[in-house]
């Protein structure tokens, strides 16, 4: 996927995108002060894209819990002089504005800048101002506002909320004909717990199509995470962290303070990821409807005459069709499918289908144990998925199907 930001154009692909971050502030947690003169600013810029920053973030009010807002005026005067400088330069990096008003992106993207980056979410007033000028926008997720935020953060699911929420962002920026880029807004309404389940989860936020940008360069819960470690010691967690998410496909853009080790990171990550061996395709053997007696029920008058149950088993092999031979040998045949899941059916008694579901799977994954190393078809299976469905359940309940289903892996 390319992204558009003015003159230039974002790749997404293998590796992650670094996103230098350039804290125009006095008080910002991590770089406040360090780039507060305007030419201290543009010299920075200069230093990040020389280190390799793919676009530079130019934010001019601090956001950590429990910052002051800045007024618009201050804000303009910080941010103004310096993107106008880093414009005459032309370092051949997007320059992106960090900013929660949007009089300040307006201004922001008329004086050089490219994308705005919004830590608000991107409501309406901030989108039409990006169609005005066609700059992708980067909406982000925040609990409460920098000043609170931080005092009891309070979500049912974490993932699935922020997820839903910027699937709407997405979907708003859609209406605007705004290209969104997601971020979780790590640190931001957040406890470790949530920071960390979120960044475990970047998935489910990869699955709503757009880039994801994640920022977690520097930020306080590593140190809670890894046990008090000061901010200027926090780049090996941060590393850490940009790591598993990059590596795994779950960040496009990592928004860090530290662009060439990042630049590292992901030109390591470039590398490696094209290289790993993808299947082709996939082979699976199933057998479907497979007949089973069992004595099955949560209860003993259940239990004590058998029933008919039908059983899914689907196995996925781990081989790649390219490699697999057309032979038996080289596969799972699925009439030893069937004949185990009858086998583990008819032996013993289950109170739950899940319960018989497991077990048929385990059995079958027992085999891949027994016989590793070797060259007989078991120990080539990647994953089964079993199903077990009642339809005598079913007819007295007057549903289609009734059961469960379970994955199973070695
Ligand atoms: N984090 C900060 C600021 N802006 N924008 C996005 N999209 N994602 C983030 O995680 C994010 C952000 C906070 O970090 P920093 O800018 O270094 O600090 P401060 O807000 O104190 O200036």
Wanted: proline letters at 5%; a negative charge; hydrophobic letters at 45%.
């Amino acid at each position: 996927m390319e992204l558009v930001c003015g003159p230039h154009t974002l790749a997404f692909g293998e590796r992650p995108l670094v996103m230098g971050v350039l804290n125009v502030t006095p008080d910002s947690f991590s770089d406040g002060g360090t780039f507060h003169a305007p030419e201290a600013a543009i010299e920075g810029a200069q230093r990040m894209a020389a280190e390799g920053a793919d676009l530079i973030d130019i934010g001019a009010e601090s956001t950590r819990p429990g910052a002051e807002p800045v007024d618009m005026t201050e804000e303009l005067a910080r941010l103004l002089p310096v993107i106008e400088g880093i414009d005459c330069l032309d370092l051949g990096v997007p320059l992106s504005v960090d900013t929660a008003k949007p009089e300040a992106a307006d201004r922001a993207l008329a004086a050089g800048a490219h994308m705005i980056n919004d830590i608000s979410g991107a409501g309406e007033a901030m989108l039409e101002v990006a169609a005005r000028h066609g700059a992708p926008v980067i909406a982000m997720h925040m609990q409460g506002e920098p000043r609170t935020m931080q005092r009891k953060p309070r979500y049912g699911d974490v993932v699935a909320e922020i997820r839903n929420y910027l699937a709407e962002r997405v979907a708003a920026g859609r209406r605007h004909g705004v290209e969104v880029l997601v971020d979780p807004g790590i640190g931001f309404g957040k406890t470790l717990e949530h920071n960390l389940d979120l960044l475990a989860n970047l998935d489910e936020l990869k699955r709503i199509g757009a880039p994801v940008v994640l920022g977690v360069s520097r930020k306080s819960f590593l140190d809670r995470l890894l046990g008090g470690v000061p901010v200027e010691e926090r780049l090996h967690g941060t590393l850490a962290v940009n790591a598993w998410a990059a590596a795994l496909g779950f960040a496009d853009v990592l928004r860090v303070h530290d662009v060439e080790p990042h630049r590292q990171l992901a030109e390591s990550i470039g590398a490696l990821r094209p290289r790993r061996n993808r299947p082709a395709a996939r082979r699976r053997v199933f057998a479907r409807g497979i007949v089973c007696r069992s004595r099955i029920g949560v209860t003993c008058e259940e239990r004590a005459e058998p029933q008919d149950l039908l059983v899914d088993i689907e196995a996925t092999l781990a081989s790649e069709a390219g490699d697999a031979r057309d032979d038996l040998a080289g596969t799972v045949d699925y009439a030893a499918l069937a004949g185990l899941t009858q086998a583990v059916a008819g032996r013993g008694e289950y109170r739950l289908v899940e319960t018989l579901a497991e077990r048929i799977a385990a059995d079958v994954g027992r085999r891949t144990s027994q016989t590793a190393g070797g060259s007989t078809p078991w120990n080539r299976i990647e994953s089964l998925r079993v199903r077990v469905t009642k339809p005598g359940a079913a007819r007295e309940l007057g549903a289609a199907e009734v059961g469960a289903e379970i994955d199973w892996r070695p």
